[in-house]
């Protein structure tokens, strides 16, 4: 069958989940699309404690027998062969960033030498945002139509010496704006002034016409940088919009993937995004604090990082240790220091896992997932409010339900075995990962959800206990 989750869109389009029909009956219906999942095997190869439902994936993955299996690899090849593992492991170390970015690129529709994996979101937020607003600064701008290249003529409209501003939103993970704001700072650029920020108009999305809006309104905008997906309702950024817009103002368009890369497939060459940024520790499930990834468009290949260090230095003459500094010619340029190897090794595996799977097959999963959530949440939960786009173009993989008590409800939740997360002021992020969440799970959250609130369980749990997951 071309999509085996079509009977959930067609039993869910109702307005009512529960009717006399079978197929409308949530159990039913569950047990159903668990049998016809093409992907239900792979919640075995998932650690996933008994009596535990993980919707949890967009914070931490879960470790896979494959992403223990990469990490067991390398620890004996640390123990066996110590240093020459560099060199001489299969494969060796040395080219870990790039080997594990082409794994990578098929997933985010990049070519294998324009991902390379190092660093972390935040640090590589630093160095691409500072790269590009090198460029800028030096008078380059993106490609673009009449324009076949950087041409040192970047200026906004009737102010040749204007310094260039970043737009972002106001619902961005703050640690983009912490970052972004310190690059303007060090180039002597005032970021109360030049650090635009799209607002929200609901507090739960952006409205990608106030993006393009504020492209029209303010000439100075150099870099245009927005999530793929918002980390608190999950709404799905349409990035080829935003990147032609970006364009179209003479602006380059940068990405945050954290909450979609390994859950939404992207085509960043086809967009024709300057450069984004991700996480592997999220639904690539290669573990805390693993390794950080990122692109760069192949046609800015060769620029100086801002920040430079011997690992991005050009490969074949890396060790013969020149105080010169030679980019290498690719994405691995943006490499600082030496991989942690131990915090790369199991995204090995988790990848290879998510590419058997199919990142197509995952995403359909997924949606008929939150699908199967939201119709849930609608009819069994008056009390509670999807704050996720319903639209699927516009979702991203995970669902925030809202409600006044969402902390207390959250805690009373992981209590129970349901683990999610709360973000602050009144949202529950529920995110059934494709890869090992059956839909009986999703049936469960609800239930779950539904016994604390009839009983008023949560408000035995006390609120403001801080901790972030
Ligand atoms: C959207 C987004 N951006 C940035 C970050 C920061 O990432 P890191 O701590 O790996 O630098 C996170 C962390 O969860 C995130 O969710």
């Given at each position: 069958?071309?999509d085996?989750y079509a ?11 529960a009717?006399d ?9 569950a047990a159903?699309l668990?049998?016809a999942d ?5 919640a ?9 439902l993980?919707m949890?994936g967009n914070?931490l993955g879960?470790a896979?027998?494959?992403?223990l299996a990469?990490l067991?690899?390398?620890v004996?090849e640390?123990r066996e ?10 494969p060796p170390w040395?080219d870990?960033?790039?080997r594990l970015?082409?794994?990578l690129?098929?997933l985010v529709?990049?070519?294998?030498d324009e ?6 979101i ?5 160095t ?5 607003l090198?460029e800028?600064l030096?008078?380059?701008g993106?490609?673009?139509e ?9 200026a906004?409209?009737?102010h040749?010496?204007?310094d260039?501003?970043v737009?972002?939103n106001?619902l961005?993970f703050?640690?983009d ?8 700072r060090?180039?002597?650029i ?10 929200s108009?609901d507090?739960r999305t ?6 393009e809006?504020?492209?029209?309104a303010?000439?100075?905008?150099g870099i ?5 997906a918002?980390y608190?309702?999950?709404?799905l ?15 380059y ?6 909450h979609?890369?390994?859950?939404v497939?992207?085509?960043f060459d ?10 592997t520790y999220k639904?690539l499930n290669?573990?805390p604090g693993?390794i950080?990834a ?14 430079a260090?011997?690992?991005g230095?050009e490969k074949?003459?890396q060790f013969?240790?020149?105080m ?9 340029a943006?490499?600082i220091?030496t991989?942690p190897?131990l915090?790369a090794?199991p995204?090995?595996?988790s990848v ?10 995952l995403?359909?999963k997924?949606l008929?997932?939150?699908d199967l959530?939201i119709a849930?949440v609608d009819?069994?939960l008056p009390?509670?409010?999807?704050g996720?786009p319903?639209d699927r173009?516009?979702r991203?993989?995970h669902?925030?339900?809202?409600h ?9 939740l992981?209590?129970?075995g349901?683990v999610?997360d ?10 059934p990962?494709?890869p090992y969440t059956?839909f ?6 609800v239930?779950?959800?539904e016994a ?5 369980a ?6 403001n206990?801080g901790?972030?997951?």
């Amino acid at each position: 069958m071309d999509d085996p989750y079509a009977p959930a869109r067609d039993a869910l389009a109702g307005d009512e989940l529960a009717g006399d029909a079978a197929d409308a009956d949530p159990a039913v219906l569950a047990a159903r699309l668990d049998d016809a999942d093409p992907l239900s095997s792979f919640a075995d190869r998932y650690h996933v404690p008994d009596g535990t439902l993980y919707m949890d994936g967009n914070s931490l993955g879960p470790a896979s027998d494959a992403a223990l299996a990469s990490l067991d690899r390398v620890v004996d090849e640390w123990r066996e062969r110590l240093i020459s593992g560099w060199t001489d492991a299969d494969p060796p170390w040395f080219d870990a960033g790039e080997r594990l970015g082409e794994a990578l690129a098929p997933l985010v529709g990049a070519e294998p030498d324009e991902v390379v994996v190092g660093n972390s979101i935040t640090v590589n937020i630093h160095t691409l945002v500072g790269t590009f607003l090198d460029e800028l600064l030096a008078g380059n701008g993106p490609e673009r139509e009449g324009v076949a290249a950087a041409d040192g003529t970047w200026a906004p409209d009737g102010h040749p010496d204007a310094d260039p501003a970043v737009l972002v939103n106001d619902l961005d993970f703050p640690s983009d704006h912490y970052a972004i704001r310190a690059q303007l700072r060090q180039r002597g650029i005032d970021p109360d002034e030049k650090l635009r920020v799209v607002p929200s108009r609901d507090g739960r999305t952006i409205d990608p016409r106030d993006v393009e809006a504020a492209l029209e309104a303010h000439e100075d905008v150099g870099i245009v940088w927005m999530p793929t997906a918002l980390y608190r309702s999950g709404q799905l950024f349409d990035v080829e919009r935003i990147t032609e817009a970006a364009h179209e103002a003479g602006a380059y368009a940068g990405f945050d993937a954290a909450h979609s890369a390994g859950a939404v497939p992207h085509e960043f060459d086809e967009a024709g995004v300057d450069f984004a940024v991700w996480c592997t520790y999220k639904y690539l499930n290669a573990g805390p604090g693993s390794i950080g990834a990122l692109y760069v468009a192949e046609r800015h290949h060769g620029l100086a990082p801002a920040l430079a260090g011997w690992w991005g230095h050009e490969k074949a003459t890396q060790f013969e240790m020149n105080m010169t500094y030679t980019p290498a010619d690719s994405a691995g340029a943006w490499q600082i220091g030496t991989p942690p190897l131990l915090s790369a090794a199991p995204l090995e595996g988790s990848v290879e896992l998510l590419r058997e799977a199919g990142i197509e097959r995952l995403r359909k999963k997924s949606l008929a997932l939150t699908d199967l959530l939201i119709a849930l949440v609608d009819d069994r939960l008056p009390e509670v409010s999807v704050g996720t786009p319903r639209d699927r173009e516009a979702r991203g993989g995970h669902v925030a339900l809202e409600h006044p008590e969402a902390e207390r409800l959250s805690a009373a939740l992981n209590d129970r075995g349901v683990v999610v997360d709360f973000r602050p002021p009144n949202v529950v992020r529920v995110c059934p990962a494709a890869p090992y969440t059956a839909f009986a799970d999703v049936l469960e959250v609800v239930d779950g959800i539904e016994a604390i609130l009839d009983s008023d369980a949560h408000e035995a749990y006390a609120t403001n206990e801080g901790g972030v997951t």
